[in-house]
C-alpha cells in the first residue's frame, strides 16, 4: 500500500499520539493553573483502541509513533500501551515525550517493553528555576531519570527546551552540559495557543537568535532522517551531543511535515494548529472496521492544508500544547 500523502505530496511517516492530557506538572507556558479534567470528555482511548491505531496507520505507511500527552505515564497501563504499540510489525520506532519524573524508576521496564528512544521536557539547568517553571520540586527526580535512561541502554536522549528569552543567559550551561553526554538538545520555540496569547508576548524568542550564535561556535547543520521529526540538527566536532532547534515560525516550516496527530479521545488531527479534528473513534470498536479506518484517514489527508498560518495569529483548536499531544 503506497504511504499517506497529501495534495502537497508530503508523505506522512509519523504519528503523535496523546493517550492523556492529564499533567501532574503546572508549566508557565502550557497549564500554568494545573489541569483542569472536562466532564464533557470523551475517556481516553482503550489499548485495544491504540492498537486499532497503531495498525491502521502502520498498514499506511508510518514507521514511528511518538506516544504523547498531557504526561502520557499517568496513563496506569502506560507499558501495555507500548507492549501493544510493539506487536505492530509496521512500527518501528516507539517514542514517547514525557516530563521525566517517572523515568528513574520505569525506564528499564520501558525499553524492555519496545520504546526505542526518550524525550525529557526540561526547561532549565537550574533546580529553582525549573521549580519556577514546572511548578513542582522533582528537577533531581528528571535528573536521575535521564540517567537511568542511559542505564536501560537508550543510545541517546533527547531533551526538550522551550525557548524563551531568558535561555540566552543559560546557553553556555546547556551546551558544556551535552559536551560529553549523547544528548540531543532540542530547543523549540515558544508556540502562541489560544490560552496563551499574552505568556507568548512576553517571552517569545525566535530560534534564529540561537542558530546565528550555533554558527557562528562553528556547530553545522546535518540532514534528518525521513522519519524525524521537524527540528534542524546541527553537530559540533568537540561535542558528543547534539543540538536540534524546531521553528514553527520559520517560512519553511511546513514544507517538511510528515506528521499527523491522534488524540486521546481518537480524533485526528491534521495539523497542531487546525480548527477542525476528525472522529475515528467509531471506527476503533473492531478489528473487522480497519479497511473503512484506513480510507477515512487517507480521505482526510485532502484537507491537510499547505501551512498553519501562525504567522496570522491563528492557533485553531489548540486551547494549550496538552489538549492534543503538543
Same mark, same amino acid.
Given at each position: 500500500?503506497?504511504?499517506?500523502?497529501?495534495?502537497? $505530496?508530503?508523505?506522512?511517516?509519523?504519528?503523535?499520539?496523546?493517550?492523556?492530557?492529564?499533567? =501532574?506538572?503546572?508549566?508557565?507556558?502550557?497549564?500554568?493553573?494545573?489541569?483542569?479534567?472536562?466532564?464533557?470528555?470523551?475517556?481516553?482511548?482503550?489499548?485495544?483502541?491504540?492498537?486499532?491505531?497503531?495498525?491502521?496507520?502502520?498498514?499506511?505507511?508510518?514507521?514511528?509513533?511518538?506516544?504523547?500527552?498531557?504526561?502520557?505515564?499517568?496513563?496506569?497501563?502506560? *507499558?501495555?500501551?507500548?507492549?501493544?504499540?510493539?506487536?505492530?510489525?509496521?512500527?518501528?520506532?516507539?517514542?514517547?515525550?514525557?516530563?521525566?519524573?517517572?523515568?528513574?524508576?520505569?525506564?528499564?521496564? &520501558?525499553?524492555?517493553?519496545?520504546?526505542?528512544?526518550?524525550?525529557?521536557?526540561?526547561?532549565?539547568?537550574?533546580?529553582?528555576?525549573?521549580?519556577?517553571?514546572?511548578? $513542582?520540586?522533582?528537577?533531581?527526580?528528571?535528573?536521575?531519570?535521564?540517567?537511568?535512561?542511559?542505564?536501560?541502554?537508550?543510545?541517546?536522549?533527547?531533551?526538550?527546551?522551550?525557548?524563551?528569552?531568558?535561555?540566552?543567559? $543559560?546557553?553556555? *550551561?546547556?551546551?558544556? &552540559?551535552?559536551?560529553?553526554?549523547?544528548?540531543?538538545?532540542?530547543?523549540?520555540?515558544?508556540?502562541?495557543?489560544?490560552?496563551?496569547?499574552?505568556?507568548?508576548?512576553?517571552?517569545?524568542?525566535?530560534?534564529?537568535?540561537?542558530?546565528?550564535?550555533?554558527?557562528?561556535?562553528? &556547530?553545522?547543520?546535518?540532514?534528518?532522517?525521513?522519519?524525524?521529526?521537524?527540528?534542524?540538527?546541527?553537530?559540533?566536532?568537540?561535542?558528543?551531543?547534539?543540538?536540534?532547534?524546531?521553528?514553527?515560525?520559520?517560512?519553511?516550516?511546513?514544507?517538511?511535515? =510528515?506528521?499527523?496527530?491522534?488524540?486521546?479521545?481518537?480524533?485526528?488531527?491534521?495539523?497542531?494548529?487546525?480548527?477542525?479534528?476528525?472522529?475515528?473513534?467509531?471506527?476503533? $470498536?473492531?478489528?473487522?472496521?480497519?479497511?473503512?479506518?484506513?480510507?477515512?484517514?487517507?480521505?482526510?489527508?485532502?484537507?491537510?492544508?499547505?501551512?498553519?498560518?501562525?504567522?496570522?495569529?491563528?492557533?485553531?483548536?489548540?486551547?494549550?500544547?496538552?489538549?492534543?499531544?503538543?
Amino acid at each position: 500500500m503506497l504511504p499517506l500523502a497529501d495534495t502537497f $505530496q508530503r508523505k506522512f511517516y509519523y504519528l503523535r499520539l496523546s493517550i492523556t492530557d492529564v499533567c =501532574n506538572f503546572r508549566c508557565t507556558y502550557c497549564l500554568p493553573d494545573g489541569y483542569k479534567p472536562n466532564k464533557e470528555r470523551s475517556a481516553f482511548l482503550s489499548v485495544d483502541e491504540i492498537s486499532r491505531v497503531a495498525q491502521a496507520f502502520g498498514e499506511l505507511g508510518t514507521s514511528k509513533i511518538r506516544l504523547t500527552g498531557g504526561e502520557p505515564s499517568m496513563r496506569r497501563d502506560f *507499558t501495555e500501551i507500548i507492549t501493544a504499540i510493539h506487536d505492530q510489525p509496521a512500527i518501528k520506532q516507539i517514542a514517547m515525550t514525557t516530563n521525566g519524573y517517572r523515568l528513574a524508576k520505569e525506564a528499564a521496564n &520501558w525499553r524492555m517493553a519496545g520504546l526505542t528512544s526518550v524525550n525529557v521536557s526540561l526547561d532549565s539547568l537550574d533546580a529553582r528555576q525549573f521549580q519556577q517553571i514546572t511548578g $513542582q520540586n522533582k528537577f533531581q527526580e528528571v535528573m536521575a531519570g535521564i540517567d537511568a535512561c542511559f542505564d536501560a541502554g537508550f543510545p541517546t536522549v533527547k531533551i526538550n527546551v522551550v525557548l524563551m528569552k531568558h535561555l540566552t543567559q $543559560q546557553l553556555p *550551561t546547556f551546551l558544556a &552540559w551535552i559536551k560529553y553526554r549523547s544528548i540531543q538538545l532540542r530547543f523549540i520555540e515558544l508556540m502562541e495557543t489560544g490560552e496563551g496569547s499574552h505568556y507568548f508576548n512576553q517571552h517569545h524568542l525566535s530560534g534564529e537568535q540561537i542558530r546565528g550564535q550555533l554558527l557562528a561556535m562553528g &556547530w553545522q547543520r546535518r540532514a534528518s532522517e525521513p522519519e524525524a521529526g521537524p527540528a534542524q540538527i546541527f553537530s559540533h566536532p568537540d561535542y558528543q551531543g547534539e543540538i536540534g532547534l524546531i521553528m514553527p515560525y520559520d517560512k519553511h516550516f511546513c514544507e517538511s511535515c =510528515n506528521r499527523l496527530r491522534v488524540s486521546a479521545i481518537g480524533q485526528l488531527h491534521l495539523c497542531l494548529f487546525g480548527e477542525n479534528g476528525i472522529t475515528l473513534r467509531d471506527l476503533l $470498536q473492531s478489528d473487522t472496521q480497519q479497511t473503512a479506518l484506513q480510507e477515512r484517514i487517507r480521505i482526510s489527508l485532502i484537507e491537510k492544508k499547505q501551512t498553519h498560518f501562525l504567522h496570522q495569529g491563528m492557533t485553531g483548536l489548540a486551547r494549550n500544547l496538552s489538549y492534543i499531544g503538543g
